[in-house]
């Protein structure tokens, strides 16, 4: 089982910051469940899938291939690295999620026996990292975190939409 300490500064909660104390996490350690959510993701206007985990919305890593960048390990332990990318977002597939049969009849907020938990992965890009997480088997990033990381975000109250753009330079 693997551990290690990330700093709560670079968890992306900007109410939480707190720069002199740790947070250690454990591979397989439960984050939370799944709830059932109105609100949606847009990365340069392609919808990843997304899915509501005890109130963060949670992607697969491979939609950052939708804001131009790609995740490569890194040379240094349980590191993944974000790299600019010149792949065409159009050709981008990714599976959605699996939901449970009665999806279409729960309403918002309600439970879905879908589960997340710790990766050994950590997300970096220039100095900032974000913790990774495991759900339905690949690997999941907090959209909130992105912003730590350099990307803007803008929420949509009118659509319920969560926008992600890149950062303005791509290093």
Same mark, same amino acid.
């Given at each position: 089982?693997?551990?290690?300490?990330?700093?709560?500064?670079?968890?992306?909660?900007?109410?939480?910051?707190?720069?002199?104390?740790?947070?250690?996490?454990?591979?397989?350690?439960?984050?939370?469940?799944?709830?059932?959510?109105?609100?949606?993701?847009?990365?340069?206007?392609?919808? *990843?899938?997304?899915?509501?985990?005890?109130?963060?919305?949670?992607? *697969?890593?491979?939609?950052?291939?939708?804001?131009?960048?790609?995740?490569? =390990?890194?040379?240094?332990?349980?590191?993944?690295?974000?790299? =600019?990318?010149?792949?065409? *977002?159009?050709?981008?597939?990714?599976?959605?999620?699996?939901?449970?049969?009665?999806?279409?009849?729960?309403?918002?907020?309600?439970?879905? =026996?879908?589960?997340?938990?710790?990766? *050994?992965?950590?997300?970096?890009?220039?100095?900032s990292v974000i913790?990774?997480?495991?759900?339905?088997?690949?690997?999941?990033?907090?959209?909130?975190?992105?912003?730590?990381?350099?990307?803007?975000?803008?929420?949509?109250?009118?659509?319920?939409?969560?926008?992600?753009?890149?950062?303005?330079?791509?290093?």
């Amino acid at each position: 089982m693997g551990f290690y300490k990330i700093s709560a500064q670079s968890r992306g909660r900007q109410d939480h910051l707190l720069d002199d104390i740790e947070i250690a996490y454990r591979d397989n350690e439960y984050v939370g469940t799944a709830y059932k959510t109105d609100i949606s993701l847009s990365m340069d206007g392609y919808k *990843p899938p997304a899915l509501n985990v005890n109130g963060y919305m949670l992607t *697969p890593i491979q939609s950052l291939q939708y804001l131009g960048f790609e995740v490569k =390990p890194s040379t240094e332990g349980n590191g993944l690295e974000l790299l =600019p990318s010149d792949l065409d *977002p159009s050709q981008v597939m990714i599976n959605p999620f699996t939901l449970p049969d009665d999806y279409a009849s729960l309403s918002v907020g309600d439970y879905m =026996p879908v589960d997340a938990s710790m990766s *050994p992965f950590i997300l970096s890009y220039k100095d900032s990292v974000i913790p990774v997480f495991k759900m339905q088997d690949r690997l999941v990033i907090n959209a909130d975190g992105l912003e730590q990381l350099g990307f803007q975000l803008h929420f949509d109250e009118t659509t319920r939409t969560i926008s992600i753009t890149r950062p303005s330079t791509l290093d």
